[in-house]
């Protein structure tokens, strides 16, 4: 009796540790299944044409008249291989989607007091983004389809901040399924810019910027021209034009902004950003709806510090990371402008508090000694 109620009791306690186990083994493969995706080798070849306008945007940006140097680096880390497994028609490969990037333009009055007048800079952007067996910081591993693209941007630019105008001019290249050479103009004067993209003697896209908004970075005063907008368009071509708006909605610290087709009327995606300081140096807490090819909608989110961003299904990473969603995503960074001792945020309004009030001391009366 008592043999057989131990062995009832021994079956008993295995059938509990295997139910455990299964329910554990489920529940993981169903939070592995939540934040995961899979990208595909078409959608990782078709990135690095976004890349390229990307790093023409981002320098469009930053390189202004009034401006003497802009940093940038990000690095993507996804520490699961299920997060982003490689869908082909072989069937699903784990492995890590990535994204590395550097760039940076200097001119020749980087780190002086007095940046004005005329200034000669040098630009490089520089990308490697793509998907592999194994994760790597340098050197990928190059396993069973790995695919990995490089765009790299360079050039010179020639500018005088106190008649508000930049040239500049450079190449591109790309090394995605073929190697590709372009070459790029860049002017800007005041508050506008544009900027052509050529393959050999065939436009890419005109990226043309208003930007309304005043900022006490260019010499601007505050007024209500605050709240004027910033308009941004991306000519493709007849019947593909792309438009950005930015609204400044209180103290350039609330922002509602927005991507949209002309053409169709479609809206690509729509963000709330909210900065607590204008320099947008100290933190970005940003809300995003974003609208898929098949006109599904997404919901998102992320929190961007100076030295990384935490985010989850946010519209930035749709477009330039392979189209993800679903997942968490960490990515190591740093994005910094200079305009003499003034330190900012790309597009920001406005520097980092840096200024140091130095109050006088009164001395005391000296007493006379009797």
Known sequence: MINRALTIFYIAKTMIEKTKRLVLCSFLACISNAFAWNPTPQVIEAQAEQTAF???????????????????????????????????????????????????????????????GLKFGLVWFGERHGWDNEDFLFLPHRGNFSQINQVHTFGLTIADSLKHLLFGGGLQYLNANENTFRWWLLGTWHRFSVMPNFHKKDLQFVKTQLHLQTRQLRGNKNSWQNYLPDLECAFYSEDSLKMFISQNIFEQRFYLEGSFWAHSGDFAWAAFKYYPDPSRL???????????????????????????????????????????????????????????????????????????IETPVKKPAMEVVQ
């Not at 802009?70 to 082909?88: D, K, N």
């Not at 200097?106 to 007095?114: A, E, G, R, V």
């Not at 961003?309 to 910094?336: C, M, P, Q, T």
């Open 54 to 116: 990307a790093q023409l945007s981002d320098f469009q940006n930053a390189a202004r008249p009034e401006y003497d140097a802009y940093i940038t680096t990000g690095l993507i880390y996804l520490p699961l291989p299920s997060q982003s497994a490689l869908e082909t028609d072989w069937g699903i490969h784990k492995g890590f989607a990535f994204r590395q990037r550097l760039g940076m333009w200097l001119t020749d009055k980087f780190n002086k007091k007095d940046p004005e």
């Open 282 to 356: 100290i933190l970005a807490l940003e809300a995003t709806v974003t609208k898929k090819e098949n006109n599904d909608v997404y919901f998102g989110g992320g929190l961007t510090t100076p030295f990384l961003r935490v985010a989850y299904n946010h519209a930035n990473d749709y477009e330039n990371f392979f189209k993800s969603r679903g997942i968490w995503i960490v990515e190591f960074r740093l994005s910094i402008g200079t305009s003499g001792i003034s330190f900012f945020e790309l597009a920001a309004p406005k520097a980092a508090p840096s200024e140091i």
